[in-house]
């Protein structure tokens, strides 16, 4: 079927288009080759912990998947621990994010962050984009702009797609049957520009017991022309994946001989999931509009504990999500004299409505359902108002204030009428900074701001445990956190580029909704404060470094009987380093090194995982219209882990309550890719 749909994509993308060219349009940019991070940010960004990363960098770095385009962020961390279609892990500022439930993303305007998600609250599945259709990602760490709400405490990465593109096909082989094939290409009639891309994936993977069999479809359209004075842009995007999954594994199982380190415990795991998306854009000096309409779905199938719940049948579990999403934002932007003082504006509104009409928990054996925890329709809309104010106080100082204030409503519509309801909760947010450039290549920062994410909308009414029947306190909808750095930059176009940010942040609730149970599970407040800094230095015209350092200390706030003051999951330290070379002839050699700290497992830091170094590298070369390029990641074969959890399960004939024990996905042994492209 998949091949069905290549032959599809490629016949679009050579069929001639006919467009309707605007005769009062201005000229269309054309694809360009952005180098984000030898940007000067002097003077434009407000802050330390924000940057851009352009095209060119994204297609010089090899990437195992494609989630792992986050780690263009610096400090941010990006595992998996189950299957290749399920959304990854993150980790970024101290937080084990989960699925992304304090780091927003957008695409094309759209956010990609699911509340009240069938697997996690805030649950965020990059799978959807292809890497070499995005223009560039602006990312900003902390809650110091006006414009960014819900999931954003930790930050937010929006992520541009090309209105023009490169036509090609590339097609990706590797070891464990990776195959990857790409066709992109765009056709223009006057100022009117087609971009078409289609993508097809699968993978088995290194699992001895299991073939992963990831079956990955990706389709884009893209219509972009100047209308008016401003930039218009209509999108379509179309994701469809299935697979397998190798899901964490006890590490007793692999002692005793039951299993590999690469083995299965439940072999009909995994899940299928789905996403398809229309969205519309308008930008121009003055005025910013965009507006979406998106369907996802998701089945997914995991067994975390094995027999610990159930004995006989075991204790497999599927989550179901079937939702639309719609929304949209308008802002207005202006420019104006106080004084002696020259002023920026930015005023806008945000909406958005997610239509979930099924999000459900099942008890499941070999993938048939045999019981419900529970299902529930949810209804949960938002709306926002934000303004942010920038004031040029002098040639050398500059000031910025920023408001938000949003509004929930959710409509909980439960197979257990004690646990149905609507809640509605609003928030208001203060955001501030100050600049100081006291030199011509050196900037520094101070900024506060206030954020929050919302908590599933099925926690703020549940009444009764779905599992024990017990009861249980709802939850607040809203939950707020509090934050502020210092920071300083320097830059030389030339040679150097380097940001520093000395931050902490205070969260009033660790409480998260475990879709695993179905209820709520309770947490407490928390403090994090770290230092991070980013460096990027061209040698040369042919020779680059750069380093990112992340240094971060998490804890919860005040004690609890029985329990330690650590947050598990918690990265303290990450370093990434990158090498590459670029001769005068058309070849490029790159070297990538990260390195994650050990992390604490529990509460108590009495369990730690092993620190965790991989190795990536990648050759480039190419010839007229060919490029050939072979990737080797995990160079040196490390047989540390993706991802460790330490929690407790039960294997057939042991004690009913189970054994604690450390849970790992290992990394992905050593493979090699080799990519050739045409370029037509």
Request: glycine share 10%.
């Amino acid at each position: 079927m998949a091949y069905r749909y290549l032959a599809a994509c490629t016949a679009a993308l050579l069929a001639p288009v006919q467009l309707v060219a605007d005769p009062l349009s201005a000229h269309i940019l054309e694809q360009i080759s952005v180098k984000g991070r030898q940007t000067d940010l002097l003077g434009l960004a407000s802050s330390a912990s924000e940057g851009v990363v352009g095209n060119s960098e994204i297609a010089d770095r090899p990437l195992l998947r494609g989630g792992e385009i986050l780690e263009f962020i610096p400090g941010m961390v990006v595992t998996q621990h189950s299957g290749s279609g399920k959304a990854n892990q993150y980790f970024l500022r101290g937080f084990n994010l989960d699925h992304g439930t304090d780091f927003a993303s957008y695409v094309d305007g759209m956010p990609v962050n699911m509340r009240s998600h069938g697997h996690g609250q805030g649950y965020t599945d990059l799978s959807f984009l292809i890497p070499e259709l995005v223009s560039q990602i602006d990312y900003q760490k902390g809650a110091y702009h006006a414009n960014s709400g819900d999931f954003s405490a930790a930050g937010v990465a929006r992520f541009g797609i090309q209105n023009r593109t490169r036509n090609g096909a590339e097609l990706t082989l590797g070891m464990d049957n990776y195959q990857r094939l790409l066709v992109k290409g765009n056709t223009k009639k006057g100022n009117a520009n087609v971009l078409l891309a289609g993508e097809l994936q699968q993978y088995d993977g290194p699992w001895t017991d299991i073939a992963e069999d990831v079956d990955k479809l990706n389709l884009l359209a893209r219509y972009s022309r100047p209308l008016g004075s401003g930039q218009f842009a209509l999108t379509f995007m179309v994701y469809d994946n299935s697979w397998n999954s190798a899901d964490q594994i006890p590490q007793r199982a692999v002692s005793q001989g039951l299993i590999d380190a690469f083995g299965s415990l439940d072999t009909s795991v995994g899940g299928k999931s789905s996403r398809n998306s229309v969205s519309a854009s308008w930008y121009s000096d003055a005025w910013q509009w965009n507006a979406y309409a998106i369907q996802t779905d998701l089945d997914l199938w995991s067994n975390f504990t094995y027999f610990l719940n159930d004995p006989l049948n075991g204790d497999q579990f599927e989550q179901a999500d079937e939702r639309w999403i719609y929304g949209g934002e308008l802002s207005r932007h202006w420019h104006h004299q106080l004084g002696e003082f020259a002023v920026e504006h930015v005023v806008g509104a945000q909406l958005r409505y997610d239509d979930i009409s099924e999000v459900g928990l099942y008890n499941t054996r070999q993938r048939q359902r045999l019981s419900t925890v529970r299902q529930d329709a949810v209804q949960q809309g938002s709306a926002a108002l934000f303004s942010q104010s920038t004031m040029q106080l002098n040639s050398d100082w500059s000031a910025h204030l920023g408001l938000r204030y949003d509004y929930f409503s959710v409509d909980v519509n439960g197979d257990l009428a004690a646990n149905s309801g609507d809640t509605t909760d609003g928030i208001a947010s203060l955001k501030a900074g100050l600049s100081y450039q006291f030199a011509a290549n050196w900037q520094a920062y101070f900024n506060a701001g206030q954020g929050f994410h919302s908590n599933d909308a099925r926690g703020t009414t549940t009444q009764i445990d779905p599992q024990s029947g017990d009861n249980v306190a709802p939850v607040d909808l809203l939950v707020r956190s509090d934050g502020a750095e210092l920071g300083l930059r320097f830059f030389d176009y030339t040679a150097f580029n380097i940001s520093a940010a000395l931050w902490y942040l205070n969260m009033d609730s660790e409480l998260l909704y475990v879709g695993d149970a179905g209820t709520n599970e309770p947490g407490r407040a928390s403090k994090r404060y770290g230092v991070e800094v980013a460096a990027y230095y061209w040698f040369n015209s042919n020779w680059s470094l750069d380093t990112e350092l992340a240094l971060t200390r998490s804890r919860f706030t005040g004690a609890v009987a029985g329990e330690g003051n650590y947050i598990d999951g918690a990265l303290p330290l990450v370093l990434s380093m990158g090498l590459i070379y670029k001769a005068d002839n058309p070849w490029q050699l790159s070297l990538r090194l990260r390195h994650l700290g050990k992390r604490t497992l529990d509460s108590f830091n009495q369990q730690r995982s092993n620190a965790t170094t991989t190795v990536n590298a990648g050759y480039r070369y190419e010839w007229q219209r060919w490029q050939l390029a072979l990737e080797l990641l995990n160079i040196f074969d490390s047989n540390n882990s993706d991802i460790d959890y330490f929690y407790a399960s039960r294997l057939p004939g042991e004690p009913a309550e189970g054994i604690e024990d450390r849970h790992t996905h290992p990394l992905e042994s050593r493979t090699a890719r080799v990519k050739l492209a045409y370029r037509f």
